[in-house]
C-alpha cells in the first residue's frame, strides 16, 4: 500500500529518556513534515525536508533533532523527555509546495 | 505570520443535516486545504482548492480567495463525518501549512 507510515503508534516512556520515531512514505514525495498536535489538538509544524535537506525549522528545542537519510525516510530523536513533551507527532509528505499533503496515522509520545 | 481562524469551533448535527464550516485567512494565499481528523486520530486529506468550487461526494468546498475564505459544506450527514475538521494555508514559502484551529463535528443519530 502506498502510505505514509511512522513507527510506533504508542510510546511511554520516563522523563528523561531519549526516543526515536521512524517515518517512511513511499508515495515519491520529495518534502517531509514532522507536525505536533497538542491536547487541545493545535498542530502545528517542527521540521520540514526536501530531498534530505533541512528547509524549515520553527522554534522546537534542540533536544528535538530530525534526520533524514534519504528522501523517503524522515525520523525523530527527541533527547531528555520532559513531562510538555507528551503529545500526538505526526509525520506527512507531500510533493514540493504542499500538494497532496498525506499524513501518517500519529505517533501519541506520553511522557510520565 | 498568517492567521487561520475557523467557525463554529464545536458542532453538534443529526444524521442527515446539513451543515458549513467556514475557514478565515489574514493574508493572501495561493492554496488552502482541508483535511478530516476521524475520532482514530488519522488525518485525511479532502480537498486541495486555491479558489472556486470543488465537490467529492456528499462534501464539497470553495474558497474566495480575493475575500480570504473558505467554506466547507457537509450535505446529509452522516455519523462518520465525525471528527475535527481543519483548513491550513500555506506558509514559509509554501513549504509548510499553518493549521486553523478546528471545527470539532459530532454527528447523531
Known amino acids: 500500500d502506498t502510505a505514509v507510515s511512522q513507527t510506533p503508534k504508542y510510546l511511554v516512556t520516563q522523563m528523561g529518556n531519549d526516543k526515536s520515531i521512524k517515518c517512511e512514505q513511499n508515495?515519491?514525495?520529495?518534502?517531509m513534515y514532522w507536525y505536533k498536535q497538542d491536547s487541545k489538538k493545535f498542530l502545528k509544524i517542527m521540521f520540514s525536508?526536501?530531498?534530505?535537506?533541512?528547509?524549515i525549522n520553527e522554534t522546537v528545542p534542540n533536544r528535538f533533532s530530525p534526520k533524514s537519510p534519504d528522501k523517503a525516510h524522515l525520523n525523530l530523536h527527541i533527547n531528555s523527555l520532559e513531562l510538555g513533551d507528551s503529545a500526538v507527532y505526526f509525520c506527512?509528505?507531500?510533493?514540493?509546495?504542499?500538494?497532496?499533503?498525506?499524513f501518517g496515522s500519529g505517533t501519541r509520545l506520553t511522557v510520565v | 505570520g498568517i492567521q487561520v481562524e475557523q467557525s463554529p469551533p464545536d458542532l453538534i448535527l443529526q444524521e442527515g443535516a446539513n451543515s458549513t464550516l467556514r475557514c478565515n485567512f489574514s493574508?493572501?494565499?495561493?492554496?488552502l486545504q482541508w483535511f478530516h481528523q476521524n475520532p482514530w486520530g488519522q488525518l485525511i486529506n479532502l480537498f486541495y482548492?486555491?479558489?472556486g468550487t470543488k465537490q467529492n461526494g456528499r462534501l464539497s468546498a470553495t474558497t474566495v480567495a480575493t475575500e480570504r475564505y473558505s467554506l466547507l459544506y457537509i450535505s446529509s450527514s452522516q455519523t462518520t463525518d465525525s471528527g475535527v475538521y481543519f483548513c491550513?494555508?500555506?506558509?514559509?514559502?509554501?513549504?509548510?501549512?499553518?493549521f486553523g484551529t478546528g471545527t470539532q463535528l459530532k454527528v447523531e443519530l
Open positions: 506527512a509528505s507531500s510533493l514540493g509546495i504542499p500538494v497532496g499533503y498525506t
Open positions: 508515495l515519491g514525495h520529495d518534502t
Open positions: 525536508y526536501n530531498n534530505k535537506e533541512l528547509i
Open positions: 493574508d493572501s494565499v495561493n492554496n
Open positions: 482548492i486555491p479558489s
Open positions: 491550513a494555508a500555506p506558509t514559509g514559502g509554501g513549504n509548510k501549512l499553518t
